[in-house]
């Protein structure tokens, strides 16, 4: 891959500019520089795919045979995840990568539109399971590199989304209990982290739980073949609730916390055992007033909060408690296992995140196998761009952010491809006010050892 310098130009040179004021009706545009790149944070993503392996991984995993758009998947599926990285969130969208020097940031061949839409729509079910493969060895492998949680707690919420669609023409899409003509895939997120740890797309009339058992089965294999060699926690919202979800955690050795609908009569029953004294205060919500407290279920731990509103003009018209209770095999006071449970709604930032900031608020084609390589791509594509600022060094200032802010910061910074003294060299703006996240990312990332395709 071809090393490159880049720099920043102190403010203090570009002080010595003078200041005109110009008239902006005279401003001519023309777009003829063909050595600006316009997001030159792709080559942060662009070290860490090739530190990862990841073209040669795809082309010996991905085998579509001598399908029509088959040929050479490492650079298609890469082009695709780059265009996601930069903001795309269709096809079309790739064309950005193929303006100016922008390929040149790159380390693999960037495609044609229409040649990405003839791949995509090359794969069968076998072909994204494929896919899948490859979305948990780079997991692995970045784990390997520092990412991963090693012996210490992992904690995973598991959910389902709904991908809007317009139009009847996308197989598979249909009405779920969103009433939303749509997709409903599943996935984990990785709570401290925000990485996708596993992802499938499933019909927009799928239930909730349909496939969870299966889907939690690769889940827990893929983290342990990862290197999570600690507690496992897996936290799930009441549509996943039943007794072959808990049997196979207890099988796999994974605690969980996972909510009930606690107008199910049992669970009302067993609710309505729990004396007054028992119920204690927490902080919650100003106008809101929170108490906690557990008794069994089916043999198992129940812990409810119940909660009413206060010093509301509607406290008149909902007087009355509202529980809220989720099973668990956890142990500690039930305060804290309370909050640690509502803390599961980090996982929305993570829905949003991979909507918004990786490409899946659209979803692009009429076949199913199509969108579902699709969200692959698009999680590849969130976990890279969070990877490019954590892996290798890290500082004080690189925390959980999301995607829309590292590209902000990062990867839609524009620049300069030019020869300086035989060194390629990116020329960013100056007094870009993250400069130097920038070039101590890269060096962080240039650092990191090759591994194998």
């Given at each position: 891959?071809?090393?490159?310098?880049?720099?920043?130009?102190?403010?203090?040179?570009?002080?010595?500019?003078?200041?005109?004021?110009?008239?902006?009706?005279?401003?001519?545009?023309?777009?003829?520089?063909?050595?600006?790149?316009?997001?030159?944070?792709?080559?942060?993503?662009?070290?860490?795919?090739?530190?990862?392996?990841?073209?040669?991984?795809?082309?010996?995993?991905?085998?579509?045979?001598?399908?029509?758009?088959?040929?050479?998947?490492?650079?298609?599926?890469?082009?695709?995840?780059?265009?996601?990285?930069?903001?795309?969130?269709?096809?079309?969208?790739?064309?950005?990568?193929?303006?100016?020097?922008?390929?040149r940031v790159l380390p693999h061949r960037v495609m044609a539109p229409s040649t990405l839409g003839t791949f995509l729509r090359c794969f069968t079910f076998g072909h994204v399971r494929q896919l899948e493969a490859v979305v948990g060895h780079t997991l692995r492998r970045a784990w390997e590199?520092?990412?991963?949680?090693?012996?210490?707690?992992?904690?995973?919420?598991?959910?389902?989304?709904?991908?809007?669609?317009?139009?009847?023409?996308?197989?598979?899409?249909?009405?779920?209990?969103?009433?939303?003509?749509?997709?409903?895939?599943?996935?984990?997120?990785?709570?401290?982290?925000?990485?996708?740890?596993?992802?499938?797309?499933?019909?927009?009339?799928?239930?909730?739980?349909?496939?969870?058992?299966?889907?939690?089965?690769?889940?827990?294999?893929?983290?342990?073949?990862?290197?999570?060699?600690?507690?496992?926690?897996?936290?799930?919202?009441?549509?996943?609730?039943?007794?072959?979800?808990?049997?196979?955690?207890?099988?796999?050795?994974?605690?969980?916390?996972?909510?009930?609908?606690?107008?199910?009569?049992?669970?009302?029953?067993?609710?309505?055992?729990?004396?007054?004294?028992?119920?204690?205060?927490?902080?919650?919500?100003?106008?809101?007033?929170?108490?906690?407290?557990?008794?069994?279920?089916?043999?198992r731990r129940l812990i409810v909060r119940r909660t009413r509103l206060i010093d509301s003009h509607q406290a008149a018209l909902w007087p009355n408690w509202r529980h809220h209770a989720f099973l668990t095999d956890l142990t500690g006071d039930a305060a804290d296992v309370d909050a640690f449970?509502?803390?599961?709604?980090?996982?929305?930032?993570?829905?949003?995140?991979?909507?918004?900031?990786?490409?899946?608020?659209?979803?692009?084609?009429?076949?199913?196998?199509?969108?579902?390589?699709?969200?692959?791509?698009?999680?590849?594509?969130?976990?890279?761009?969070?990877?490019?600022?954590?892996?290798?060094?890290?500082?004080?200032?690189?925390?959980?952010?999301?995607?829309?802010?590292?590209?902000?910061?990062?990867?839609?910074?524009?620049?300069?491809?030019?020869?300086?003294?035989?060194?390629?060299?990116?020329?960013?703006?100056?007094?870009?006010?993250?400069?130097?996240?920038?070039?101590?990312?890269?060096?962080?990332?240039?650092?990191?050892?090759?591994?194998?395709?």
């Amino acid at each position: 891959m071809t090393v490159f310098n880049v720099v920043f130009t102190p403010a203090r040179e570009a002080l010595s500019v003078s200041r005109v004021s110009h008239d902006l009706d005279r401003v001519e545009v023309s777009f003829d520089d063909p050595n600006l790149v316009a997001n030159a944070g792709l080559l942060l993503v662009g070290t860490l795919v090739v530190r990862l392996g990841l073209e040669g991984m795809i082309d010996a995993t991905v085998r579509l045979g001598r399908r029509v758009g088959g040929a050479r998947p490492g650079g298609k599926v890469l082009t695709l995840v780059h265009s996601m990285v930069a903001g795309g969130s269709h096809i079309d969208h790739a064309d950005v990568l193929r303006s100016g020097a922008s390929g040149r940031v790159l380390p693999h061949r960037v495609m044609a539109p229409s040649t990405l839409g003839t791949f995509l729509r090359c794969f069968t079910f076998g072909h994204v399971r494929q896919l899948e493969a490859v979305v948990g060895h780079t997991l692995r492998r970045a784990w390997e590199m520092g990412a991963g949680p090693g012996a210490a707690r992992l904690v995973i919420d598991v959910d389902s989304t709904v991908c809007e669609v317009v139009g009847k023409l996308k197989a598979g899409a249909a009405f779920g209990y969103t009433k939303v003509l749509g997709y409903h895939p599943i996935l984990a997120s990785r709570s401290d982290t925000g990485e996708i740890l596993h992802a499938r797309m499933r019909k927009g009339s799928a239930n909730t739980a349909r496939g969870a058992r299966r889907f939690i089965e690769e889940l827990v294999a893929r983290v342990r073949r990862g290197g999570a060699v600690g507690e496992v926690v897996v936290r799930m919202d009441s549509g996943f609730w039943s007794k072959d979800t808990i049997a196979t955690l207890a099988r796999l050795d994974v605690r969980y916390t996972m909510a009930v609908r606690s107008g199910n009569i049992a669970v009302a029953a067993a609710i309505a055992t729990i004396g007054d004294e028992a119920w204690v205060d927490i902080d919650y919500t100003p106008d809101d007033q929170a108490q906690v407290a557990e008794c069994t279920y089916s043999g198992r731990r129940l812990i409810v909060r119940r909660t009413r509103l206060i010093d509301s003009h509607q406290a008149a018209l909902w007087p009355n408690w509202r529980h809220h209770a989720f099973l668990t095999d956890l142990t500690g006071d039930a305060a804290d296992v309370d909050a640690f449970h509502r803390n599961h709604a980090v996982v929305e930032l993570d829905i949003r995140d991979l909507k918004e900031g990786s490409g899946l608020e659209h979803v692009p084609s009429g076949s199913f196998d199509a969108n579902s390589a699709w969200l692959q791509c698009a999680v590849l594509a969130h976990n890279l761009i969070r990877w490019s600022t954590t892996l290798g060094q890290r500082t004080p200032a690189e925390g959980r952010s999301v995607a829309r802010t590292i590209r902000h910061r990062l990867i839609a910074v524009p620049a300069r491809l030019v020869n300086h003294a035989g060194t390629p060299t990116l020329r960013g703006p100056a007094r870009w006010p993250w400069g130097q996240w920038f070039q101590r990312r890269l060096a962080a990332l240039s650092l990191l050892p090759l591994q194998p395709g």
